[in-house]
């Protein structure tokens, strides 16, 4: 080699291959999360509401609550039941096992007939 050559060494033999595919590998995990952020924030409102019924099994179909899956959180949406009464529902339901019939909600306490008449539309075994 001559004495003011400069020697340059292509930059692919001074970079690993394992550092080249850890690096393209952060590279598209960042872009798919990026991707998957957009979509969530561009989803529909029908699409959110599908996305909570998967998350929320026990929740509502239309406007009824199944009270034989439902949840505290979601039993708490009914009218005239609060926290201590939906915990009554549960309670009952993993004691006595699951509702075969609406009506039966009236054998726990708290649930009288002027309660259970204005949840009776919407509640679903």
């Known amino acids: 080699m001559k004495r003011n050559e400069i020697h340059v060494t292509p930059l692919r033999s001074q970079v690993p291959w394992w550092h080249r595919l850890l690096m393209l590998s952060v590279l598209l995990l960042s872009l798919t999360a990026v991707a998957e952020e957009a979509k969530t924030k561009k989803a529909s409102p029908s699409e959110k509401n599908k996305q909570a019924q998967k998350a929320a099994p026990g929740e509502s179909q239309g406007d ?50 002027k309660t259970f008449e204005k949840l009776k539309s919407k509640i679903r075994i």
């Open 64 to 113: 009824t609550v199944n009270i034989n899956t439902a949840g505290v959180d979601q039993l708490v949406t009914l009218p005239r039941i609060g926290p201590k009464i939906a915990e009554r529902i549960v309670a009952f339901r993993e004691e006595h096992g699951k509702f075969k019939k609406p009506e039966e909600l009236m054998n726990v306490k708290g649930i009288g007939e």
